[in-house]
């Protein structure tokens, strides 16, 4: 099982981004998705997640600015980021629970992809 994101970038102050995230390999369900952040020298904390029935949680920082989403067919999370602020500026993980078709359930992160925000 892989897990790639993808949709960062650089964008000023106020700007969107929309990040993905595709678990791809011997998948057999998804439970629990989400994403994490973290900057240099900082532990990583939770951003946003989204559980399979679609409940989801979000950090204080940024509710209200930030949307995440799945779409179950395609075993891919969203990121919507709207009215993004310098402190925003971090790499970004996906992280899944995974039920792989020997029916065992893992834990998974992506690479991380970086997000930059100017002011």
């Known amino acids: 099982v892989q897990l790639q994101a993808s949709g960062g970038g650089l964008v000023q102050a106020g700007g969107s981004l929309r990040l993905s995230c595709v678990a791809s390999g011997s998948v057999f369900s998804i439970n629990e998705m989400a994403w994490y952040r973290q900057a240099p020298g900082k532990q990583r904390e939770l951003v946003a997640s989204?559980?399979?029935?679609?409940?989801?949680n979000y950090a204080d920082s940024v509710k209200g600015r930030f949307t995440i989403s799945r779409d179950n067919a395609k075993n891919t999370v969203y990121l919507q980021m709207n009215s993004l602020k310098p402190e925003d500026a971090d790499v970004y993980y996906c992280y899944a629970n995974i039920r792989t078709i020997r029916l065992e359930s893992y834990s998974y992160w992506g690479p991380g992809t970086l997000v930059t925000v100017s002011s």
């Open positions: 989204i559980t399979s029935g679609g409940r989801t």
